[in-house]
């Protein structure tokens, strides 16, 4: 099993700025693409970025210019630096990883428990 931690949620003020940060633990051999997601209330889960394991990222629209992912490899951990934040981020943004947890197994998604983000105008 794979566990995922996220930290560095919280309130900010609109235009502020706040670090996402989410470490991978237990069982890996390897990890693809590591990511963040968010779902605000009454909203379904939306995607905010991914980066793989060679660094090619993708940005949502919504955020491209703003936020900025990262992953440190040997750390197994990936990081979201958000920027020029509106009320519209505000929502819990969960922390995603496709891992595989031994050698010739297939990659299996986990999910962190979510950290709210709210962003006040």
């Known amino acids: 099993q794979v566990q995922l931690v996220e930290s560095g949620g919280g309130l900010v003020q609109a235009g502020g700025s706040l670090r996402l940060s989410c470490a991978a633990s237990?069982?890996?051999?390897?990890?693809?693409?590591m990511g963040w997601y968010r779902q605000a209330p009454g909203k379904q889960r939306e995607l905010v970025a991914t980066i793989t394991s060679g660094g090619i990222t993708n940005d949502a629209d919504s955020v491209k210019g703003r936020f900025t992912i990262s992953r440190d490899n040997a750390k197994n951990t990936v990081f979201l630096q958000m920027k020029s934040l509106k009320p519209e981020d505000t929502a819990v943004y969960y922390c995603?990883?496709?891992?595989?947890?031994?050698?010739?197994?297939?990659?299996?998604?986990?999910w962190g428990q979510g950290t709210q983000v709210t962003v006040s105008s």
């Open positions: 237990g069982s890996i051999f390897s990890i693809n693409v």
């Open positions: 995603y990883a496709e891992a595989a947890i031994r050698r010739w197994s297939f990659r299996t998604d986990y």
